[in-house]
């Protein structure tokens, strides 16, 4: 069972440059989120969708945009990166069960650069 | 505004040297607090989840605990392998996000 798949596992980029960040999850959830963990601040979220076909903001959602592609995938994307969005991301499901009620379960994460 | 605060930062023990860690919170009302797992270079794994004041759980040699304020993560004889950050957030009620509002984290250091 492969829970929650974020990719790519890392990468660099350039100021200015734009990049999409993927994530699917095979539980089939209704909730998704998009994280973000910095030294020293925890993790803060940024956009979440409480169900395919609708997304909100989070605590620091400027620079970010996401899509809701189908219940399994929620993607972020950084139209213009900047080193201020150096961070680490990670993606969320959530559990609606009895046994996993309001669980959020996480992928790997993804380590980003911007120089 | 929900406010976590996770003490200490850092927690240096040798093996089987028990101790505690503490996730204080401010929440206008608890839907659940979570406790979570992190090694370096992976995502937060899930341990508990505490509904209300009162309530424990445990897993190994880990217990969680929860009063109205704060909760506690208990560590009795611990192993090496033990050594991670611990994460503390807490779901406040009301609304449909169920998002998490997370504290800095409590990083564990066992030594054998």
């Known amino acids: 069972n492969a829970g929650v798949t974020q990719t790519p596992k890392f990468q660099v980029l350039k100021t200015g440059q734009s990049m999409t960040l993927q994530c699917a999850q095979d539980m089939n959830h209704n909730s998704m989120y998009w994280y973000r963990q910095d030294p020293g601040m925890g993790l803060r979220l940024i956009y979440y969708?409480?169900?395919?076909?609708?997304?909100d903001k989070g605590e620091v959602p400027n620079g970010y945009n996401v899509s809701r592609l189908n219940k399994r995938e929620f993607s972020l994307r950084l139209e213009s990166a900047a080193p201020s969005q150096t961070s680490v991301y990670f993606c969320?499901?959530?559990?609606?069960?009895?046994?996993?009620?309001?669980?959020?379960?996480f992928g790997a994460g993804t380590r980003l650069s911007v120089l | 505004e929900d406010q976590v605060t996770q003490s200490p930062e850092a927690l240096r023990l040798q093996e089987g040297e028990s101790s505690s860690l503490n996730c204080s919170y401010t929440?206008?009302?608890?839907?659940?607090l979570f406790w979570y797992r992190q090694d370096p270079g992976k995502g937060p794994e899930f341990l508990f989840t505490l509904y209300s004041a009162g309530e424990e759980k445990e897993k190994e040699r880990l217990k969680a605990t929860l009063t109205k304020k704060e909760s506690f993560l208990h560590i009795t004889a611990p192993k090496p392998e033990d050594s991670a950050t611990y994460l503390c957030?807490?779901?406040?009620?009301?609304?449909?996000?169920?998002?998490?509002?997370f504290g800095k984290g409590t990083l564990l250091t066992v030594n054998p």
């Open positions: 929440v206008s009302g608890l839907r659940g």
């Open positions: 969708s409480a169900s395919e076909g609708t997304t």
């Open positions: 969320a499901s959530r559990g609606t069960s009895s046994t996993h009620k309001n669980i959020q379960y």
């Open positions: 957030a807490v779901q406040a009620s009301g609304g449909s996000n169920y998002k998490l509002t």
